[in-house]
C-alpha cells in the first residue's frame, strides 16, 4: 500500500491542525494504521494507532485528550486531529500501515517492524 500524508503547516501554539493520510490500494481496510512523528535532533516516534476498523485506538501519553485519530475506509484515509498543539507538537509526522500488525502492537514495537511508512508532513508550532 503506497500513503500520502499532507495536511501540516505552521500553527500557533493552542491551534489546531488535521493531518490526513490517503492510501492507494483496495485493501486499505484490512491495514491497521497509525501517525508517527519525528522532531529535530530526536528519533521517530509513536503518537497514535488505530484498528483496521476504527474500534481501537491507541495514543502517547504526550497527545492523550488533545489528538484524535480516525479513519475513512470508504475514502481510504486516516486522519489525525490535533487540537491544543504546543511547541514541542513541531516535528515532521508519517503515517503508516501494517497487515500483520494490530493497533496494539504497533503503538509499542520498535518502528522498524512496520511495514509501510508515507512521506512525512511537517508541522510547526509557533510558541
Known amino acids: 500500500v503506497q500513503l500520502q500524508a499532507s495536511g501540516g503547516g505552521l500553527v500557533q501554539a493552542g491551534g489546531s491542525l488535521r493531518l490526513s493520510c490517503a492510501a492507494a490500494?483496495?485493501?486499505?481496510?484490512?491495514?491497521?494504521m497509525g501517525w508517527f512523528r519525528q522532531a529535530p535532533g530526536k528519533e521517530r516516534e509513536f503518537v497514535a494507532t488505530?484498528?483496521?476498523?476504527?474500534?481501537?485506538?491507541y495514543y502517547a501519553d504526550s497527545v492523550k485528550g488533545r489528538f484524535t485519530i480516525s479513519r475513512d475506509n470508504a475514502k481510504n484515509t486516516v486522519y489525525l486531529q490535533m487540537n491544543s498543539l504546543k511547541p514541542e507538537d513541531t516535528a515532521v509526522y508519517y503515517c503508516?500501515?501494517?497487515?500483520?500488525?494490530?493497533?496494539?502492537?504497533?503503538?509499542?514495537?520498535?518502528?522498524?517492524?512496520?511495514?509501510?511508512w508515507g512521506k512525512g508532513t511537517q508541522v510547526t508550532v509557533s510558541s
Open positions: 488505530i484498528s483496521w476498523s476504527g474500534e481501537d485506538t
Open positions: 503508516a500501515a501494517d497487515r500483520r500488525l494490530s493497533a496494539q502492537v504497533m503503538s509499542i514495537i520498535p518502528e522498524t517492524s512496520i511495514d509501510y
Open positions: 490500494g483496495r485493501t486499505f481496510s484490512s491495514y491497521d
